[in-house]
């Protein structure tokens, strides 16, 4: 059962469209709300024109900074510093990034809606904002708060100095990438309902338990009186971890006008509004002895935020711990740019901090012209460098190794253009990968019902990812019963409490959950001397104890094992590419990624996970920029024609392989966590292949034509 | 989007008639470019005439061994024709080089010589553009132009024509036929659309009222060798960095004539007749194929962030006319 790959267990209402996803949940007499939003980056609004939109057709209602209903604390009771959400609320006039929301028009249609929004008009005094990063460096200041409310935001750990001057070979290098937006298929979108005091949302979020408590706090009501419903989300990648404006408004407009209220962002409003990857500018310094052995590393990073929430993205937490190297200095500044405030975007901090550490490494090796894999076994962690304790569990090793022969490693050419075929020249390279394990309090709640079905509830979600088929199989498993008698249910704040679906967490913390809550019941029976592997069995059960179901709940944390071990997922990523040696531009032809992440609960869901992690890491290494204009702010090229995520005809062959790993400290089941690990280490194989393929390194995200057919050392 | 009424025309006079007495009437075919546009607020008409009910969907051989597509042939369908593919072979792969399936689908061959530009900032209504807001500035000029012109452009714009397949048709000497209020018209393809100058908001010879019912394309026998390459950021459904649309007659070794155009990198489809006299005369090989692409980036203008399409569409012409000339 568990192990087993089997399909989706929604994926029947997927495919024929009668999942509900939370925009379409039916509601009668809904109103549709649409944002307006800013047209300067930096500045306040002098005045509002909301004449001719009032008076347009259908329209309900126009809020602006003029009328919207006031919030405690003016929308900001549940900020939580440096980075905690400060929204775009209508409760005052400043201006602080490009398309922030100024308004918010309500009418009977969404194309009335739409529409009317157009008309509303804004005067601004309006001040030169700061958008450019390469402008913005020189006022880079260190980020002091502790690294997602645990990690120091610099460290040190040895003599830096003292192992570059005894390095035999040093590289120091600077890597840049640009703003990635997440893009989610489904847009960001919120159904808010007032019944009397009570207010239930229907929300495409990745924590519903989140979504309720932020929402309570900024309207100052109880947590009781809100219900956040999420049966199914369309991809979040981070974006949808935490509520922005939209869903505020939205319960805004709802209470005001006393009716249901839809708002569903555009693709154009998914650029500023939810959050991206933020710019990064990654110096790093590596010194080694000849046989490789690292003596120095240091790894600064810079990366922008927004003028108004310090958000840092964690770039340099993989370097501590990635290497067994003694003498080290990590740290992070921020830069305040007038955008939207950044958020946490796939594999958050190792997807960006590894493609600096391991082009690094890569430039490291050949410059001790040694085969990279040996480099990095050379300097193989046993044990976490940076607490000193032991791996809960690491297959990192046999990640390079079977990785490395099922690839084809060894018939790789060191020397660069050594590969043509046809028109192009051929080069491979690999990277490592790294996320960590983390686990949080979780609950689940297990029934036999009346019916002879086994019900499983817990607050998760289902971003696309599997949560309904794994959490499905893992209580199946416990209770022995086929799959097709375990009814699997999540997201909405009436089921037992749940950590955010983000940073790998679900599988560890909410399958744990229902693991133990599965068991219980089972044990449950046991002492019933009850036997529910029929359902006719199940359902005399039910009867003999009086009629009404029979249940077990489990409330399950992480312990001490957290202190004593070190925990993380592991990979190594192989990479080949073909440079068309005229035009500069790059084909991914094959991928491996190679994992040590722990037990695998569903070997083709996970796959998928995989290779969904791994086209991500494709965009973001060869096509995703978020364009601004250096100018005003503007987001110029918010749509899917012109903001290039990876198509088909982008997308090789992509083969993952699962080291045989059952981590014996993470928790019950041996799990790691999957969700985020595919991303890392995507963009430094590729662009080590690019170097390997060409002799251009290119140190700088996305890696387009331009930046390898102006290379001087590029020439057919 | 603004408000608009919307006539679905039976018959091409009445569709004439309607857009003639209307200031403000757009004629739509596919729409893949005018309701994204709309969407946009970039374009507000009054009212949309809706022309796909006439009977412009033919593919027809001429008397003298052209071919007449007519305004409302689908993309993909003419891309997949026999004809089409059996004598412009260029025509075929600039269509499917264009956009994705579904677009295809929609789009028109009338449309999609209509195509406007993807610059962004004409695309944000929010921000200066002088072919949207004629007198408002160029936002591209010093802003971000690395998919901007290098041909073609002025102070006033930069903007490229975003067609394939106008390219192709530009190699091919296209003629476009037009009905108007003032009586009927063929234009070749090399006037129809305007180079930008001081009046970018004009992009084509077209009147208001007239309608495109057609593209003429004449006889060339030597287009059996021809072909189209688009280089792009990503490798389906983007725009061109810098395309060739390339057709070589070759006998015993020599080029005896050549069509060149370029995309990508003009404010208009771009044919360059110095690269074909570049051409002609010599023998076939990659000395005929460099000197063609250096007089056809002669006299390029490069902006801050786009200087490599000079060197990217010259090398880009050169593997066209490689392939094209490697052909049997």
């Known amino acids: 059962m568990i192990g087993d790959p089997v399909s989706r267990v929604d994926g029947r209402l997927k495919v024929t469209g009668a999942a509900r996803y939370s925009a379409e949940w039916p509601i009668d007499n809904l109103a549709y709300g649409v944002i307006v939003q800013s047209t300067v980056a930096k500045g306040m609004i002098t005045a509002f024109d909301t004449e001719h939109a009032r008076s347009s057709p259908g329209v309900v209602a126009v809020y602006t900074a003029d009328n919207a209903p006031a919030l405690p604390d003016k929308g900001r009771a549940a900020m939580k510093p440096p980075a905690g959400r400060e929204l775009s609320l209508l409760q005052d006039r400043a201006v602080r990034y490009n398309g922030e929301p100024i308004g918010l028009v309500v009418a009977e249609k969404f194309e009335q809606a739409t529409h009317a929004a157009s008309l509303v008009r804004a005067q601004y005094e309006s001040h030169t904002p700061l958008i450019d990063m390469q402008s913005a460096l020189p006022s880079a200041y260190p980020y002091k708060p502790n690294i997602n409310g645990s990690f120091p935001p610099a460290t040190q750990r040895g003599d830096l100095a003292a192992g570059l001057a005894a390095a035999d070979a040093r590289i120091d290098a600077t890597f840049t990438a640009p703003i990635e937006t997440h893009n989610s298929m489904e847009p960001h979108n919120t159904i808010a309902q007032w019944d009397g005091d009570q207010l239930t949302l229907y929300d495409s979020t990745q924590f519903v338990y989140g979504v309720k408590r932020f929402i309570a706090k900024i309207f100052g009501i109880p947590e009781a009186n809100v219900r956040v419903i999420s049966h199914f989300t369309g991809g979040a990648f981070g974006s949808k971890g935490a509520p922005w404006s939209h869903v505020v408004l939205a319960a805004m407009a709802a209470r005001a006008l006393n009716r249901p209220v839809k708002v569903v962002l555009t693709r154009k409003q998914m650029f500023g509004l939810v959050g991206a990857r933020p710019h990064t500018v990654q110096h790093l310094k590596l010194g080694a002895r000849k046989d490789g052995t690292l003596t120095a590393m240091e790894h600064r990073s810079i990366s922008s935020t927004s003028s108004f929430e310090e958000w840092v993205e964690p770039v340099t937490l993989a370097t501590r711990l990635m290497y067994a190297c003694s003498n080290q200095q990590t740290a992070h500044e921020l830069v305040r740019l007038d955008v939207g405030t950044p958020t946490f975007n796939r594999g958050p901090g190792e997807s960006s901090g590894i493609f600096a550490l391991e082009s690094a490494m890569d430039e490291l090796a050949v410059k001790l012209a040694m085969d990279p894999i040996e480099l990095r076994l050379r300097n193989y962690a046993e044990r976490d460098p940076e607490s000193g304790l032991e791996w809960s569990s690491k297959s990192l090793r046999q990640c390079y190794s079977l990785g490395a022969e099922r690839f084809g490693w060894s018939r790789r050419r060191a020397e660069p253009r050594s590969v043509r075929d046809g028109d192009a020249f051929v080069g491979i390279g690999m990277s490592s990968a790294t996320y960590p394990a983390r686990r949080a309090p979780a609950s689940a709640l297990a029934r036999l019902m009346p019916d002879g079905m086994i019900v499983v509830q817990a607050a998760t979600h289902e971003l696309g990812t599997g949560t309904y088929t794994i959490m499905t199989q893992i209580a199946a498993d416990a209770l022995g019963v086929p799959i097709e008698r375990v009814r699997f249910e999540l997201g909405d704040t009436r089921l037992p409490e749940n950590p955010i679906s983000a940073g790998s967490l679900t599988a560890q913390s909410t399958g744990t959950a229902v693991h133990l809550a599965a068991v219980a019941l089972h044990d449950k029976i046991a002492a019933m001397r009850g036997d529910v592997t029929t359902i006719v069995s199940a359902r005399d059960l039910v009867t003999r104890g009086g009629g009404q179901p029979i249940e077990a709940r489990a409330d399950a944390k992480p312990g001490d094992e957290q202190k004593a071990f070190s925990m993380h997922s592991f990979g190594a990523i192989f990479a080949e590419v073909r440079v068309d040696a005229s035009l500069g531009t790059v084909k991914l032809s094959r991928m491996l990624g190679a994992y040590g992440v722990g037990r695998i609960l569903n070997p083709k869901t996970a796959r998928s996970q995989m290779i969904g992690g791994m086209i991500y890491g494709l965009g973001m290494t060869l096509t995703e920029d978020t364009l601004l204009d250096a100018r005003t702010g503007r987001y110029l090229n918010a749509d899917l024609a012109e903001y290039l995520v990876p198509v088909n005809a982008d997308i090789p062959e992509i083969d993952v392989m699962f080291m045989d790993e059952r981590d014996p400290q993470t928790n019950p089941l041996g799990t790691k966590g999957i969700g985020e690990i595919g991303c890392v280490g995507v963009t430094a194989a590729i662009a080590n292949a690019v170097y390997n393929a060409t002799g251009v390194r290119v140190r700088d995200l996305p890696i387009t034509l331009d930046k390898i057919l102006g290379h001087t050392s590029f020439a057919d | ?328």
Not at chain 2, 24 to 34: N, P, S, V
Not at chain 2, 220 to 246: C, E, H, I, N, Q
């Open chain 2, 1 to 328: 989007m603004h408000p608009f009424l919307y006539t679905l025309a039976a018959d091409e006079p009445t569709a004439r008639r309607i857009a003639a007495t209307d200031p403000a009437a757009a004629f739509i075919a596919g729409g893949t470019t005018l309701i994204d546009l709309m969407k946009l607020n970039v374009e507000h008409p009054a009212q949309l005439v809706d022309i796909t009910r006439l009977p412009l969907a033919k593919v027809e051989e001429l008397p003298d061994g052209g071919i007449r597509v007519g305004a409302m042939v689908r993309n993909s369908d003419l891309a997949n024709h026999m004809l089409i593919q059996a004598r412009y072979p260029v025509l075929s792969q600039a269509l499917l080089a264009g956009a994705s399936p579904q677009l295809r689908n929609m789009a028109t061959t009338g449309g999609n010589i209509l195509q406007r530009t993807r610059c962004w900032y004409f695309r944000d209504t929010a921000t200066p553009c002088n072919k949207r807001d004629p007198g408002s500035g160029c936002s591209a000029l010093h802003g971000q132009n690395r998919i901007h012109a290098v041909l073609g452009a002025s102070d006033h714009c930069i903007a490229t024509h975003a067609s394939d397949m106008c390219v192709a048709l530009a190699a091919l000497g296209a003629i476009v036929r037009i009905h108007g209020p003032s009586g009927d018209r063929a234009l070749p393809f090399s006037i129809f659309h305007l180079v930008p100058g001081a009046h970018p908001e004009r992009e084509t010879a077209l009147q208001h009222g007239e309608l495109i019912v057609g593209i003429d394309i004449p006889r060339l026998p030597f287009a059996t060798r021809s072909v189209y390459l688009k280089v792009r950021d990503r490798r389906s459904y983007a725009f061109a960095l810098a395309s060739a649309a390339v057709a070589l007659d070759i006998r015993d070794g020599i080029i005896r004539d050549a069509r060149v155009a370029l995309g990508g990198v003009a404010t208009k489809p771009w044919r360059s007749q110095a690269a074909e006299s570049a051409l002609v005369g010599k023998t076939a090989g990659s000395a005929a194929y460099h000197a063609a692409a250096m007089a056809a980036l002669e006299g390029a203008v490069p902006r801050a962030r786009n200087a490599f399409k000079i060197e990217l569409a010259k090398r880009t012409l050169m593997r066209a006319l490689a392939r094209a000339g490697a052909l049997a």
